[in-house]
Each structure stands twice: as C-alpha cells, then as structure tokens.
C-alpha cells in the first residue's frame, strides 16, 4: 500500500491518500463480489479547509495516475461522488453494509476503467 500525505507551506496537514493491490482482505471476508480491476484507492481525505483548491486531485494522481481502478464510498455522500465522477469513476449499482465505526451505514463502489 501507498500512503501520502499533503502539508502545506508550514507543514501542515492537508489531505492524505491511499492506494494498493486490491481487493483488501475484508472485501474476502465480507463476501462481496471480487474487483475487475487489481488496484483500489483505499481512502482521500482532505480537510474542509483545502477544499477546491486541487489538494485532491493532486493526491489521486500521486497515488493511481490514471490507472483503472476501484474505491468505496459511503452511500449518500454526493460532493465526493461528484469528485470522483469528475475524475472518471462511475458508482456500480451494489450496496453493502459498512462496519467498523461506519456500522449502520451502507456503501458502493465506484470503478474507473478504460482511464490510462
């Protein structure tokens, strides 16, 4: 897994990303059907205060170039669906429950494909 973090000019935080071989162990556990793709975008944060200033985007193209591949997303978070569509992912029509400290929740995946 790749993990990299944004700061800005005094070395603060920003934003953090990563990405790895897919699928993650829990997807196996889980049960959900297996990804088409072999690379998985496992978490973008960015701080509320960086938003729309390109911290994001810069973060996905350090961590998957314009590979194909996969993430989760939570079910009803529409700015970062509109992000990623922006970015050539499209939501695939699945629902799983989430768990962890997610738990009650659901989420789908979004694929990019056909990207590099």
Do not use: K
Not at 97 to 102: I, R
């Amino acid at each position: 897994m790749r993990t990299l973090l944004a700061v800005d000019d005094d070395g603060c935080p920003l934003g953090l990303v990563s990405a790895g071989p897919a699928p993650a162990a829990w997807e196996g556990r889980a049960g959900v059907p297996a990804p088409i793709v072999p690379l998985q975008l496992f978490q973008l944060y960015v701080l509320r205060a960086a938003y729309g200033t390109g911290v994001g985007a810069a973060l996905q193209e350090a961590a998957i170039g314009a590979a194909d591949a996969y993430l989760w997303i939570m079910d009803g978070n529409a700015r970062a669906e509109r992000f990623y569509a922006r970015h050539g992912f499209r939501a695939l029509a699945e629902s799983f429950p989430a768990g962890g400290p997610w738990a009650g929740q659901h989420m789908h995946r979004m694929l990019r494909t056909g990207a590099a």
